[in-house]
């Protein structure tokens, strides 16, 4: 028998922390939470010199070892390259935080579809692919866990951001039943749904003079991260961080939508830099498809 052990030998593997989107905001936040309390990580993010700066910060002021793997976690070799990354690193993953996501403000029919189904994938598929990856070694080994990052806006329609928040009622729906599905095998998936939180999201969305923003209290990704953190290790299935926004999910629950998808366009709605509403793009008659034209079945063998 071979005795020469790999580092991907699953028998000699270290047990380590994968957190998408690791590199800023809530991410960062979180990775600092699980690297004081002495987990290896895995930082993933498209940024490789970020990724490089942050695991040498992270590294320096906490003991543990921290590797980086830069993915675009749009694409399904994304998700594919984290998986083998880990394994590469001699890690296995004992638990995965799915935080990395975009978010983007405005008119549905302003968007660049491409953008939008970058955000599905980002935002929704590469949270189902990553989790498929690791969960099943979580199981086997009865240990470990999930922790996913959906938002407030997942627990109700919200105009004006109708694709985000879509994909964070996925996100939200997808953890609390999955945390049934794994209660009692030793697996800890927890989800949490922060409100506001100060960080680059909003301006990189656009949506910076919302009235969302205005109204408010936002947390700082430090507060968000270690209410999360320490719910997950005590196996919450779900963290909603402040009392205003826990009432305000459960409101959301019985108000009916003639009164709630009002009240979430009013607060949504998307203003230029003197709070005057913004209008849509008037269209072209008829308008022009802004999808690449699909390639007939033909093309698509070639
Ligand atoms: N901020 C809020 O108010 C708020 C509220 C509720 C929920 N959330 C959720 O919290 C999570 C983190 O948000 P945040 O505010 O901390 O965002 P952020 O500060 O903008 O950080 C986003 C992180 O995701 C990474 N990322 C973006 N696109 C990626 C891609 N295609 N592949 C891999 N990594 C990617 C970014 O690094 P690169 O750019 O280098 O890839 C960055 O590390 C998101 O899921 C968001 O929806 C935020």
Known sequence: MNDTKLPSDPGLALPAVVITGGTEGIGLALAEEFARDGHNLVLVARDKAKLDRTAAELAGAY????????????????????????????????????????????????????????????????????????????????????????????????????????????????????????????????????????TALHTKAGSLNSRYLLWFRAWTPEQVAKLAYRRFKRGWSVTMPGFANRLGAFVARLVPDFMLVPLMGWLFRVRDDEGNVLWPRPLPKPPESKHAPEPTPLEAKD
């Not at 975009?102 to 590469?126: N, T």
């Not at 099943?136 to 866990?145: K, N, T, W």
């Not at 996100?171 to 609390?176: C, G, I, W």
């Open 63 to 198: 003991a543990v070892e921290v590797k980086v793997t830069a993915q675009d976690l749009t694409t399904l070799e994304g998700c594919a390259g984290v998986e083998q990354a880990v394994r590469g690193f001699g890690f296995y993953a004992d638990v995965l935080v799915n935080n990395a996501g975009v978010m983007s403000s405005g008119f549905f029919q302003d968007e660049d579809p491409a953008a939008m189904r970058r955000m599905i994938d980002l935002d929704a598929r590469a949270v189902v692919d990553l989790t498929s990856r690791f969960l099943p070694g979580m199981l086997a080994r009865g240990h470990g866990g999930v922790l996913n990052v959906s938002s407030m806006v997942g627990f109700m329609p919200v105009p004006y951001q109708v694709v985000y928040s879509a994909c964070k009622a996925f996100v939200l729906s997808f953890s609390k039943s999955l945390a049934y599905e794994t209660m009692g095998t030793g697996v800890k998936v927890s989800v949490v749904a922060p409100g506001v939180v100060s």
